[in-house]
């Protein structure tokens, strides 16, 4: 098959892109790299550096291609929180003109990448796809209507769409900024330098942790897998893990002595995260396999940069 990823040189475009080019298809890869690293791409993904809202140049991209996997977007909930309109120009226009774009040159099946984030705190667990959305920051908002656009603009113009709610996936790769670094490799770092891991909050708050393997399966049986259209899926673990147990398994796996600082007066975000995994099961045959603990010596082995 024809594939176009936006977003490819981000962690999971990456991790996709190289996967789908190992099996054999023929793999275009987009990205303006405001955090991607083309260098993690191999030989056999077609890369082209642009905006995801440059619609020239996603005609010319789209041109004989199958699927589209769109991951492009910013995808940090406290930068959201400074820069709302950033967001929405990136996660929501640029969904946008991804549909158009795919309208005008006729490509027919597209994979949104959206996020767990946009349920917000529910009064039960696990979190089920037909809860009520209660998205909490600007990122979780624009992931919402970025649903909305491609299920309403998929059904208007006969484009088949499923949309993925990847919850906490971690893993090789994972971009590590100077402000707000995701949790899992930031500790796993943390505890390699005998750092401090800092918590917001006490601890409590749970989160769905899922590693990148699983992850991928997801999103290559979503590329052919039948009655999916307008479909909106998670795909997450289906552990509900506290921060604390994740310091600890951290700890464990590393070695360290580092000591864990909790900040009780931080808010630590949405107050329990857990993915319902029965659709996935049904309509993906998703079904993970790795343990936070395998997760994290997987991460360790495979990212010599934690070492650093």
Request: charged letters at 20%; glycine letters at 10%; aromatic letters at 6%.
């Amino acid at each position: 098959m024809n594939f176009l990823i936006t977003g490819a040189a981000g962690f999971l475009g990456a991790a996709l892109a190289n996967r789908l080019a190992r099996e054999g298809h023929q793999v275009r890869g987009l990205d303006d790299l405001s955090t991607g690293d083309p260098q993690s791409l191999g030989p056999d993904v077609h890369f082209t550096r642009g905006d995801v809202n440059d619609r020239p140049k996603l005609w010319t991209l789209l041109q004989d291609v199958d699927c589209v996997y769109h991951l492009a977007a910013r995808v940090s909930v406290q930068e959201s929180v400074l820069y709302p309109r950033e967001y929405n120009a990136v996660n929501v226009g640029g969904t946008v003109s991804l549909m158009e774009a795919m309208r005008d040159v006729g490509v027919r099946r597209v994979v949104l990448v959206s996020s767990g984030a946009i349920y917000g705190d529910q009064g039960e667990q696990p979190l089920k796809e037909n809860m009520t959305p209660n998205p909490r920051s600007p990122y979780a908002v624009s992931k919402l209507a970025a649903e909305f656009y491609v299920n309403t603009i998929g059904d208007l113009w006969n484009i088949e769409t499923v949309s993925l709610r990847v919850f906490n996936a971690y893993g090789p790769g994972q971009h590590l900024p100077p402000s707000h670094p995701p949790v899992v490799p930031n500790f796993l770092r943390q505890a390699l330098r005998g750092g401090s891991l800092v918590v917001h909050g006490d601890g409590s708050q749970t989160r769905d942790y899922v590693y990148v393997d699983d992850v991928l399966s997801a999103l290559v049986a979503a590329s052919t897998a039948p009655n999916l259209d307008g479909l909106t899926i998670n795909v997450g673990s289906g552990r509900e893990t506290p921060v604390r147990d994740l310091v600890r398994t951290v700890l464990a796996v590393t070695g360290s002595s580092a000591e864990p600082i909790y900040s009780p007066n931080t808010p630590g975000g949405v107050s329990r995260m857990c993915a319902d995994l029965t659709l996935a099961g049904k309509k993906l045959n998703y079904h993970p396999s790795i343990s936070l603990e395998d997760g994290l010596r997987l991460t360790l082995q495979r990212d010599p940069r934690l070492n650093k």
